[in-house]
Structure formats: C-alpha cells, structure tokens
DNA sequence: TTTTGATATTTGATGCAACAAAAAAGTTTA
DNA sequence: TAAACTTTTTTGTTGCATCAAATATCAAAA
C-alpha cells in the first residue's frame, strides 16, 4: 500500500532550527474561524458558506474549505441541513455533557499541572488575575473573559499534555458561542474569582487535589450561570423553536 | 460579517428521517483512512502523499487532501517535515498521555452506561465476549481486536454522551497504529477477558462505580502489554533513531 | 569511495471552473 | 390570499492545472 520511510536524518552540529512552523493559507483560515468561535464572536446559527468565509478571509474558496470542514471535524460547526454550515446552538444537555467532560479533563490537566509548575508561572496566573479583577471592576468584560481563558490554559498547559490541552480547547471551542451577547451578564459575577485564588494557592502549596478541587468549582459556578442564562435567553439566542 | 439564520425550520409530522447521512468522496475518504488508521493497518513511518492516498482510495487528490488534513487534526497522523505526513509512532510518553486521558474519559463513560444499558445491550455484549474467547482460542486475533473495541464501544456508545464517544475514537484512533504486527502478542494475553466480566457483572448491578474500575483496569492492563511491546519492538516499528 | 553540486522529479498549496443539487425569487393559477 | 409551479441564483463538491518548494537522482570533482 504505502511505503514506510526508513531513513534516519544526521543531527546537525550546531542543532538550532527548531523546525519552522506551519503556515498555509488553509491553516491561517482555520486559527482565525477557530478564534471567532472560542471568543464568541459568532453568534449561534450564523450560517456560513464557503464563499462567504473566503471572502471574509480574503482567501480563495479551497483554504476556507479547508477550515471549515475541520471545524465541522471538531464540533465548533456543524451541518444544520445539506447545504447549510451554522454555528452550533448549545442546548442544555449539550452544555450537560460537556460540562462533564470539562471536569474529567480539566480536573486531570489541573492536577498534573502541580508537577510542573513554576515560581514564574504563579506569578504569570497573579498577574492574570489582576486583570480579571480590573476588567469586572470596570466593565471590559472582554477582558475578563480572555484572561479568565489565559488563567486556564496557562495552569493546563503546564499539565505537559499536549493532546489534552487541544481536547479541552476543542471544549472551549463548543462553548465560545453561547458567550455571544453575554459577556456582561455572565462576567459580571464575581464567584469564579474566589475560586483561582485557591487554585493559585494550591499550585503554590503543590497540593493537585487543591488545584482540582479549585478548577471544578469553577467549572461548576460557571455552569450554573451558564445554565440559567441559556434558559432566559431563549428567544435571542436560544434553539429555535420546532 | 456573517447573517444569522432566522428562521425555524417546521418539525416533520412524522419526525422521521434521522437526517440523511454525509455522503461525500471526502467523508468515505476519511472515514477509510481512519479505520485503516484505528485498525492498526498502517505501519508508524509510513509516510502519506496526497497522489499516493489519492490512487489506492480511486478519488482525486481533493478527497484525498480533505481526509489527510482532517486526520492530522486529530492527531491520526502527523506532520514530519514540510511535505511529509506520516502514520505518528507512539512513544512511551504519548502513551502515557493517552492513557491517561482514557482512564479519565473511558471511566466517566463506563460509568454513566449504567444508567441508559439494556438487557439487549448486555446480552450483545455477551456475545462479543464469546467472540473475543473463540477468537483467543483459534488464534483468530483480528477477530479479538475487532469484538474488543466493540465491546467497548457499545458501552460507551450507551453513555449516551456523544462527543465522548467522539473523543475516545481519537484516542482509539492515535493507539491503532501501534498494534500494527503487534497481534498475536498482543492479542494473547486473556487477562483482559476477567475485566470485561466483571465489566458485565457492573452493568447488570447498575454498579457505577464497578463498570468503571473494570474498565479502568482493562485500559491499565492494555498499557501494560503495550507499553512493554513498545519497548521490545523498538528496531522494527520504534521510532528511528536520529 | 565520498562529497558536492546541478538537474529532474515529486510534492503540497492554491485557485478556479464545471456541475448538480438546493434554495430563493418570481410567476401563475385556483 | 395562498398554493403550485417555473426560473434564477447560490451552494458545496470535485477534478485539475499551475507553481514554488522540497526531494531524489546522478554525474563530476575531490
């Protein structure tokens, strides 16, 4: 069937390139759709067609293709009909699920994170904090969501699995547009703050159960909040009515 | 940007159609490539081209690019050089990863199938037992590996979560390649068949919390054989040395 | 023999056109 | 007015040509 490659490259003396990144039109449009999504920017049942994302990305129809059908691959599309992309509404059990598996994961990344976390690292989360704080304290509550995200995936990257932090991200990813049109209700709270001072506290501390325990919390406080807004915003945003 | 789509569709009287299912030279060629992918049929090194993987599964090269691009977003294969893509070996550490993150999602699936499994389901699940101990018995390995993974599956499949299910494929997916010529060692051991009972005996007791440690076990023990195979293997299917 | 460099081949990325299917718009009819 | 039909437009799919970059091949030089 295929050939299987056998070679094994010399190592250079001086070693340096670090392998030069990718970067290709269909992986630019993928990252930019992939970050409207997380961020929200998409409102739920925002119909995309392939022409419009090319043009939107000043791409030709083949790279959007390209970021479109992976998305749809990893659920932040979804075919709503033969011919018809849309950004996915999240129901109740959907939110049900994945917040089930959020825990799973998140908890795991958490926990693994103790391990190798550094003095830096705490310091970075700190920092981070401080700008949540400032975003609810005076209303940029796209701040508060972006570093609210950073504050996670800095403590989940640190876990040193790559492939579960692009699981979760795939999470995040599903979640990002049921945010849109939220931001103040849903940043307005301020429960989810205590819940990173004992996260921090417990990366300081090393103790995995802490952080865990800290990251489930948040998890579930922003569930509830979640929850009850997809209820009342129904007619805006909701699932359409059948 | 994009419009939203307004409208709500009317529900069918009946309700019917259960949405007719993709169909697309792109999806069969996805969905082709995965299951020699999951399956082990493709050796680790083998690199991929578009024309190659094009000509066996008789598409052009556009249905070719779509699978190939949508795999290596999920990590079925991996990008080893500005124009290679090969089936990824699976190193100790990515092994550890992986199993990590089943032992956390296969366990929360295990466990919510105790709430939605039906005596039919038990029952099928009976039968691919016996499949998995006829096939021990006459050295039918393939055999064991296919009842395997569908033994597992349809507990999983019951938890009624469906991108967990989706998740856990991945992971099934990033394993297959490794147990490529790894069958009858692999496959020989029956120390998986005592969890899989014990397994059953859960469901049938809507034992949550036993469901999950059978499985849980069984994953370890799989890690166990292969982790030791990985290392024994090395000069033929390892990763090369640089 | 090994190394170096030039040449030929292969490769993925990208754009685009043709096509059939679907949707939308418009028109006619009851 | 609404239903049924027709026409027009839009859409995703697919194949393919082009191009630059990477690879493989091979011959000359050391």
Chains 1, 2 share one sequence.
Do not use: C
Request: hydrophobic content about 40%; glycine content about 10%.
């Amino acid at each position: 069937m295929f050939a299987a490659s056998k070679k094994g490259k010399e190592a250079l003396p001086g070693d340096l390139a670090p392998i030069g990144r990718h970067s290709s039109l269909g992986e630019s449009a993928y990252a930019a759709l992939k970050d409207s999504l997380i961020r929200g920017a998409l409102q739920p049942g925002t119909k995309l067609t392939l022409r419009s994302v090319a043009q939107v990305l000043e791409v030709s129809t083949t790279p959007a293709r390209d970021a479109i059908t992976r998305l749809i691959g990893e659920g932040g599309l979804i075919n709503a009909g033969p011919k018809t992309v849309i950004v996915p509404y999240l129901s109740l059990p959907d939110l049900d699920e994945i917040t089930a598996i959020r825990l799973s994961l998140e908890g795991l990344a958490a926990e693994q994170s103790t391990n190798h976390v550094t003095e830096a690292d705490i310091h970075e989360l700190e920092e981070l904090q401080q700008r949540i704080n400032r975003g609810l304290d005076e209303g940029r509550y796209t701040d508060v969501l972006d570093a609210n995200k950073d504050f996670h995936f800095l403590i989940y990257r640190r876990s040193g699995m790559r492939r579960l932090v692009t699981i979760i991200e795939s999470l995040w990813l599903r979640m990002g547009p049921a945010f849109n049109g939220l931001y103040p209700e849903f940043a307005q709270s301020r429960t989810g703050v205590s819940n990173h001072l004992w996260a921090l506290r417990g990366l300081q501390d090393r103790d995995p159960a802490a952080v865990r325990a800290a990251i489930e919390n948040d998890i579930r406080s922003g569930y509830r909040r979640l929850s009850s807004q997809l209820g009342a915003a129904g007619d805006q945003q909701g699932e359409p009515v059948t």
